[in-house]
Every structure is written in C-alpha cells, then in structure tokens.
C-alpha cells in the first residue's frame, strides 16, 4: 500500500505560537493531505488540504472570508489536490473515498471537488454539527459552507467500522476498510472528533497524528504551547495524554507525522515531482 502526502498551502506563524518557549520569529508551517493507494479501495484521500473553495470560493460566509484575511494561507499550486491526482494520472472522480479527520477548514475545504467520494468521518462529530447553530459551530472552527450539501448521504461514519485492537501503546480504533492495515484512532484534544490514521502493518508503524501538535518537537519535548492550546483546542486537558500516548509510540519506534511540521519527510513528495505539466 503506497502512501503519500503533499503540502497543499504554507501558513506563517510566529514559533512562540506553536512551541511552548519558541522565539517570535515566523515558521513555515505545511498544510498537508495524504494519499492512500489502497488495494482495494482504490486512491484514497486524506483530508483535502487548502483549496481555494476555503480562500476565494463565492460560497464563503463573511467569517470565512474573516479566517482566511487572518490566516493568510499560500496555496502551493504544485501540490493542490487536483494536479497531485493527476501527477499519479487520476481524475476527481477514480476518488470514491475520501477520509476526514477532523472539520476544520484546511481539511475540509476540497470536499466538494470529489463528487463520487464516500466521506470516511466520525458521524458522531457529524451529529454534533447538525445539532450546533452555525454560530457554534464557529466556535468550534467550523465553516459548514464548505461542507458539500449532499454530505451526509456519503457519510460513511466511523461507528459502523468494526473495533480492532492498537499496537505500541495506541489505543484500537475503527478498522476503516476491513484489512487491518488502515486504523482510524481517536486523538482528542485538538477538535470536536479528531482522529489519526494508524498503519500498523507497515515495516515501521506509522501513526498519522494530524493537528494533535503543530510541530513535531512540540510533541517530541513536550512542548504545548499554552496560549493557542488552550484559546482555540476542542478540549485542552486532552491534549497532553494524547501527546503521552504518542510519545509511547514514538519510543517503540513507530513513525509519528504531523500535518503541519514543516520538516519533509519520507512520505512527502519531493519538491517539484508534482508539477502539472
Ligand atoms: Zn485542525
């Protein structure tokens, strides 16, 4: 099962903001999505990355509009959703899954680019946004308007998966296609929902950990920043036992890869291998 990853956007952040005793000066934060070549399955999204449906689309709400002027993403037009497809000689529609972690914007924000994609997601997390008004759902960073309308008919929600056992500390989780070889495991702290992807069947486990840190080091020295985990987590006292149970991981040495830490890693594609011809 090959694996890959690519940086859809940059978006700057002073260190300090993301590294519990970092310095002012500004890193160069990835906004990853992944790409599973599953056996079965097929091609396989992880998230969607930024788009530009979240930075220019006609549909954003004034907040999102807000978010966006704040934020300042940099779309990376080489490693865009769509020409990375078709890198690998894939359309928007060989995609018939698409996994969300989490519904944050950078996550969610190419979901309706893939119209015959079933949405791999947490449909308790579903719940909740349904039952929130758009102004709650706010607070919880959440742009329903980027959600496709029809959604919830290609939900395919995680509590139907069958439950299979974690590997190195890492606690089980849904068995998303049936093999083993792809684990959905819950990372609370972060957002309403969050959930990794554990491979446990690869030479060396690797644990995709999402937004549970910005950095790796911020995982690896346990360095949280305090003011941005506790302004804009899902659940702040969550966010140190889930980067325990990582670092048990990590010392059994499983993988660990974040969204956004700006080193490449072995499952990035190489700068420039992306370009659309
Ligand atoms: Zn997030």
Partial sequence: MKIVFANSAWVSAAERLVLRGGSWQSVRLRVRYGLIFHPTAGPVLVDTGYTHEALTGERRGRMLRLY????????????QVL????????????????????????????????????FIASDAAWARVKARTPRQNL?????????????????DGLS?????????????????????????????????????????????????????????SAL??????????????????AIEPTGAMLRRFLATRGEVMLCHDPELTAYDLPPNDARAE
């Fill in 68 to 79: 966006g002027a704040l934020l300042k993403p940099e779309l990376n037009a080489a490693e």
């Fill in 160 to 216: 139907a998966k069958p439950r299979v056992e974690g590997l190195n500390g890492v606690p089980g989780g849904a068995d998303l296609f049936g093999d083993g070889g792809v684990i959905a495991v819950d990372l609370p702290g972060h957002a309403d929902g969050q959930f990794g992807l554990l491979f446990p069947r690869l030479e060396r486990p690797l644990l995709y950990a999402v937004d549970v840190q910005w950095l790796l």
């Fill in 139 to 155: 607070r919880h960073g959440v742009f329903t308007e980027l959600f496709p309308a029809d959604f919830e008919t290609r939900l």
């Fill in 83 to 118: 020409p990375v497809l078709k890198h690998f000689g894939l359309s928007p529609d060989d995609v018939r899954a698409v996994i969300v972690t989490h519904f944050h914007a950078d996550h969610i924000s190419g979901l309706s680019l893939f119209p015959r994609a079933r």
């Fill in 220 to 237: 690896t020295g346990t360095r949280t920043p305090g003011f941005l985990a506790t302004l804009i987590a899902e659940d702040a006292k």
